[in-house]
């Protein structure tokens, strides 16, 4: 099962003791930042300890194993009975919780969900941006991001080629490349 937090580094609150300290300068003057809604360097923090918090939760309640990266959560289950008989046949597997089940076991914290991104349980999802077959031990990147990517590369070389570019047009085309990378050191 895969899941996403909603506006990840907007969504968090700032502890109302801590308020007095959050305080941003607009056009218009100065005032407090009371949820973290433009990104502040903490936010990650914040909302990581929130995400952190449903991993610890659902390890001692034993849905487990759990990958967790920033707001990107993908909950694995392994069967409880069923599977190959002796006799050749298959009995069908069981396991000791579905989506709504897991999902229970944090509902206090009230995290908001992306209503977009996620899906039930299934050998193949797409997790970090890639599809991810387990059956099939591949992982590959979806063609819509494929082409946004090579695009983008593209893009890049046809506008800064024997010429300069700004340090933000780099960090883009570096973190599409980061990304794309990011799954080959494990092969």
């Known amino acids: 099962m895969?899941?996403?937090?909603?506006?990840?580094?907007?969504?968090?609150p700032i502890h109302p003791e801590?308020?007095?300290?959050?305080?941003?300068?607009?056009?218009?003057?100065?005032y407090t930042n009371g949820c973290c809604p433009f990104g502040c360097s903490s936010s990650s923090s914040n909302a990581g300890m929130i995400g952190n918090a449903s991993v610890d939760i659902w390890q001692k309640e034993g849905?487990?194993?759990i990958v967790k990266f920033k707001d990107d959560l993908n909950i694995f289950r392994l069967p409880i009975t069923g599977g190959p008989n002796p006799d050749?046949?298959?009995?069908?597997?069981?396991?000791?919780?579905?989506h709504p089940q897991a999902l229970s076991h944090i509902a206090s914290l009230h995290i908001?969900?992306?209503?977009?991104?996620?899906?039930?349980?299934?050998?193949?999802?797409?997790?970090l941006g890639f599809f991810w077959n387990i059956q099939n031990k591949t992982i590959t990147l979806h063609?819509?991001?494929?082409?946004?990517?090579?695009?983008?590369?593209?893009?890049?070389?046809?506008?800064?080629t024997g010429g300069r570019c700004q340090m933000q047009d780099v960090?883009?085309?570096h973190g599409s490349l980061c990304h794309i990378a990011y799954i080959y050191p494990d092969g």
């Open 88 to 98: 050749s046949t298959l009995t069908p597997y069981t396991y000791a919780y579905d």
């Open 171 to 173: 960090m883009k085309i």
């Open 143 to 160: 063609d819509h991001k494929h082409e946004k990517f090579l695009n983008r590369v593209n893009n890049f070389l046809a506008s800064f």
């Open 2 to 12: 895969t899941l996403d937090i909603a506006k990840f580094h907007r969504t968090c």
């Open 18 to 30: 801590h308020k007095p300290w959050f305080v941003l300068q607009g056009p218009e003057g100065f």
């Open 112 to 127: 908001p969900w992306h209503p977009d991104k996620g899906q039930d349980f299934t050998f193949s999802f797409t997790y």
């Open 63 to 65: 849905v487990t194993p």
